[in-house]
């Protein structure tokens, strides 16, 4: 059984910074494109980040300069550092395959950026 587990999120302030962890059972992250998205309230889940190999990446233009994606292969975990946060920023955050498979949606972690 595929399970894909976020953690790290939070409450911080603007300008602040998390580092968001996605353990992954049942899946070799070796061999997939992984990716990060968000979801506002209100609004549709978006990209945030994925890669393939950590020389291999991509972001979303909102979050480039301020987010870094990176995985451990050897551990099968993905992470997002996230630093400079700005309350547009607060969001459920997920991990997944990219393109996101249904059936690998989590929990996500929740941060909240608020002064």
């Known amino acids: 059984q595929v399970q894909l587990v976020e953690s790290g999120g939070g409450l911080v302030q603007p300008g602040g910074s998390l580092k968001l962890s996605c353990a992954v059972s049942g899946l070799t992250v070796s061999t997939y494109m992984m990716g990060w998205f968000r979801q506002a309230p209100g609004k549709q889940r978006e990209f945030v980040a994925a890669t393939h190999r950590n020389t291999d990446t991509r972001y979303a233009d909102s979050v480039k300069g301020r987010f870094i994606i990176s995985r451990d292969n050897a551990k099968n975990m993905v992470y997002l550092q996230i630093n400079n946060l700005r309350p547009e920023d607060t969001a459920v955050y997920y991990c997944?395959?990219?393109?996101?498979?249904?059936?690998?949606w989590g929990q996500g972690t929740q941060v909240t950026v608020s002064s």
């Open positions: 997944n395959a990219e393109p996101p498979r249904y059936e690998l």
